[in-house]
């Protein structure tokens, strides 16, 4: 801590020297007329021929050599890294002192013409300089890097600064979105914004954050799911619409969860679930060839194939040929809730066979799931919002898409009959019983808009922060969030 203080005093000290030769700190009159990727040559043979002319550039200053009276630098931009070459004979003695003022971190512009170093290495020759940010802080030591992974997410504007892998994993989660909206859009669905603030936290079972609004004098709920709005539109009319957008959950964090995470979530009338499943098998493996090159792709060492056809099983077949059971146990009702308790899985006691399948699966199947995998036929019991199966009451048209273990999406056929959706709300509500946090509430007015008429349809719900994960090999949801929550600093 003392050197550090030391560096930060001396930085602070060369700042003062900058003001007082009338150097101005943080400038804003500096206009680039290219930017690094403008300049690099496309064909890297050292022969080939290097962009003519005068030309300006702005950047970072990420590396220096000092040479006496003549500096080898890099400056970084958005786009790349440029090698500039600056002597006192050319810009003058004067203005080469104040650019030995200059510290790595500093923001400056520099103006000339390219040349190529007896290396080879495309280059700068300054004619002139303009110092435009000063930087107080040192950057990482070069060869050690920003390392600590807490640090890294905390201050995530110097993790971008010195590490290019994490700048292009952010640029890939820009295009697997732009990519997702492409999609969606160009098989006529509409995207759509619906409330961030609801009066119910309803749509999913989680906890919510609570908040107030002092006008109306009513709490508020971040929300944890668009669902309901969303279907309130295909009430309206709206028959293919979609949301890319944030949901918030008051839980905990882990590598997979953080309390505020994006959701792409899209409902289309006059569809089924195995309709969403196709379409999902369709654009993820679209998606991960545009942004990969391929449909086989590496994450944490394991080998994914992303082409179609994907494997489906209900969960009554993952039960059986994954985890081993016997169906009948799986088909007692008693037999499966003591299975799940003899596996250490504590039920409540109002807990069905539903949950103890649904917490079996969990436990015993999620994490074999590692090339994609379709599971259907969800029971009933956990799954409120969806529609049951023609065939057996006890499952719903439901699916979840599983790959490397983790669930990506979400879906089913909707409830849209108002009379057993709010019967099945009503259950919901008592199950989970009077908790302060949350204070269970029917939705009436989702259940009136039913009550109008919703034509059939499905819904599905992506985690898009999972999806990048997948196409970008991140281990942690903070690899991809460029702010994840974390607890308050020390001291």
């Known amino acids: 801590m003392d050197e550090l203080n030391q560096i930060l005093q001396q930085r602070r000290t060369k700042a003062a020297e900058l003001a007082e030769l009338g150097v101005e700190l943080y400038a804003n009159n500096y206009k680039p007329t290219h930017q690094v990727k403008d300049v690099l040559p496309v064909n890297p043979d050292p022969a080939a021929s290097l962009l003519p002319g005068s030309m ?17 630098l890099h400056i970084q931009d958005e786009t790349g890294r440029l090698q500039v070459y600056i002597k006192q004979d050319v810009v003058g003695e004067e203005a080469y002192n104040i650019f030995k003022k200059l510290d790595i971190g500093d923001i400056a512009g520099f103006k000339g013409s390219l040349f190529r170093t007896k290396t080879g290495e495309p280059t700068l020759q300054a004619i002139s300089f303009q110092h435009i940010s000063k930087s107080l802080r040192p950057l990482p030591e070069k060869f050690h890097g920003l390392t600590d992974v807490e640090i890294r997410y905390r201050q995530r504007y110097v993790d971008l600064i010195v590490n290019p892998e994490v700048r292009d994993t952010f640029r890939r989660r820009v295009e697997i979105i732009r990519l997702v909206r492409d999609f969606l859009v160009n098989r006529g669905f509409m995207e759509v914004e619906t409330p961030m603030m609801q009066p119910i936290a309803g749509g999913a079972t989680a906890k919510p954050f609570k908040t107030h609004h002092n006008a109306l004098d009513m709490d508020l709920y971040l929300r944890i799911a668009p669902e309901l709005y ?33 959701m792409l979530e899209f409902y289309q009338a006059y569809a089924t679930y195995h309709d969403l499943m196709d379409l999902t ?14 449909m086989q792709i590496t994450y944490q060492g394991e080998e994914i194939d992303l082409s179609p056809p994907w494997k489906r099983y ?8 994954i985890a081993g059971i016997e169906q009948t146990i799986l088909r007692d009702p008693e037999k499966i809730r003591q299975l799940a308790r003899d596996k250490g899985i504590a039920l409540e006691a109002t807990a069905g066979p539903g949950k103890a399948k649904n917490e079996l699966f969990e436990l015993l199947v ?86 109008y008429g919703m034509p059939p349809a499905a819904g599905e719900g992506i985690g898009i922060d999972r999806l990048v994960m997948l196409l970008t090999d991140a281990p942690s949801i903070r690899d991809v969030i460029l702010f994840p929550h974390l607890r308050p600093e020390k001291g």
């Open 230 to 262: 969303l279907k309130r539109l295909l009430v309206g009319g709206f028959e293919k619409v979609f949301e890319i957008n944030r949901n918030f959950r008051n839980e905990g964090l882990s590598t997979r969860h953080n309390p505020e995470f994006t």
């Open 314 to 321: 209900t969960m009554e077949e993952a039960l059986m040929e």
């Open 281 to 294: 098998e369709e654009m993820i493996s679209w998606i991960a060839a545009e942004v990969t090159g391929s």
């Open 366 to 451: 999620e994490e074999k799931l590692i090339n994609p995998t379709f599971i259907t036929e969800y029971p009933t019991e956990i799954s409120p919002l969806a529609r049951r199966n023609k065939d057996n009451p006890e499952v719903t048209d439901r699916f979840e898409l599983f790959i490397t273990g983790r669930e990506i999406a979400n879906a089913f056929s909707e409830l849209n009959d108002p009379i057993d959706q709010k019967l099945r709300l009503e259950k919901q509500i008592a199950e989970r019983g009077e908790d302060e946090e949350i204070f269970p509430e029917l939705d009436r007015d989702f259940v009136r808009a039913l009550e």
């Open 56 to 72: 300006s550039l702005a950047g970072r200053i990420v590396a220096m050599r000092k040479f006496g009276k003549a500096t080898f």
